[in-house]
């Protein structure tokens, strides 16, 4: 393990340990604190926060970029203290924490006992709306992880998440889909993170004007096993309350190709997406690449080489 590897897996190792212990107000005001002195030192995540987020609000001008990437790292932050501190939270606190609209799409679908995929993108805190589906409705669900470095470290979000009562699979490896089809089959319930494709063999959707790509896998899951499809967009507001949507299902094409459906799927996930985005940029915390033009030079001439890994990720 290299020295930035281990100081990486430190500094988690004393958020989860330190920050969890904090009275709520003190976390509250030190994730601020945190965003404001990361927004001005203007670094890499920063600069690439702004640069989505002028995909997403086209028109707007340099001060309101800078605007929105200031509340955007504060809400990246809020993601973090909350995370940190979601271990040491009471039932009635989780429970709490989340007003969700159109609920009723989700619990039908339990209730029909064919499965369900929650899809959503990196909006808000997906780590409680998670930890509030197992608490509040009690529902248990499978997630996939990123395997991160250090292993120590991919290990930490493992055993934080699975305290949170969620069953979570490695991305890599090549036996998750086959785990997750199972839990579906049997009237389980799946949630995945799926704005941002980690595979580089995901499918291609229109966001914001231009091209991005996208995961094919809550499209594939629904269709080989009859799940129900739902997109799913949170959001802050300036209570201690997150607010989320359930959208309606996403359908399975009556005719096509597999490849033709998993793409008209993937487009309606990636258009429920920008719905919840649009209305609400500072919160969608993408501190990485992620249109082609961004990705791929080839794409774009004008854009700078070798993408690289910016941020952090979650």
Same mark, same amino acid.
């Given at each position: ?47 690439? %926060? ?7 609000? +086209?028109?707007? #001008? +340099? ?8 509340? #955007? ?27 969700v609209k159109d609920l009723h799409h989700l619990t039908d679908g339990m209730a029909? #006992? ?13 780590? %409680? ?12 669900? *499978? *997630?996939?992880?990123?395997r991160l470095k250090p292993e120590t470290l991919y290990d930490r979000f493992v ?74 967009? %949170? ?5 201690p309350v997150m607010r989320g949507r359930v959208h309606p299902p996403v359908e399975?094409?009556?005719?096509? *190709? ?33 249109? %082609? ?7 774009? +001439? ?10 952090? *990720?979650?």
């Open positions: 393990m290299s020295v930035q590897e281990r100081l990486t897996d430190a500094l988690y190792g004393a958020g989860w340990g330190t920050v969890r212990k904090l009275p709520e107000p003190v976390a509250v005001r030190l994730g601020r604190t945190i965003a404001d002195v990361a927004w001005k030192q203007r670094g890499k995540g920063v600069l690439r %926060l702004e640069s989505n987020y002028a995909r997403v609000v +086209p028109d707007a #001008g +340099p001060e309101r970029l800078a605007e929105l990437s200031r509340a #955007g790292m504060r809400s990246y932050l809020r993601y973090w203290m909350e995370s940190f501190r979601l271990p040491a939270w009471s039932a009635e606190r989780i429970a709490s924490g989340l007003d029909a #006992g064919k499965g369900v995929v929650l899809a959503l993108p990196h909006l808000a805190n997906w780590d %409680l709306a998670g930890a509030w589906v197992t608490t509040k409705l009690g529902i248990p669900f *499978t *997630t996939v992880a990123e055993a934080y998440r699975e305290g949170l009562g969620m069953e979570v699979l490695p991305h890599t490896g090549g036996t998750a889909f086959g785990t997750l089809a199972r839990r579906l089959r049997d009237g389980g319930l799946v949630c995945l993170v799926a704005d941002r494709d980690l595979s580089s063999s995901g499918v291609e959707v229109g966001f914001f004007g231009e091209t991005a790509r996208m995961p094919a896998g809550p499209a594939l899951l629904a269709q080989q096993t009859g799940a129900r499809l739902l997109p799913v967009t %949170l959001w802050y507001d300036d209570s399975v094409p009556a005719s096509g *190709t597999r490849a033709e459906k998993t793409s008209v799927m993937t487009q309606a996930l990636a258009d429920a997406f920008a719905t919840g985005i649009a209305d609400h940029p500072e919160d969608w915390h993408m501190l990485q690449r992620l249109w %082609l033009k961004d990705l791929d030079p080839a794409r774009d +001439p004008a854009t700078s080489p070798a993408p690289d890994q910016e941020g952090t *990720t979650s």
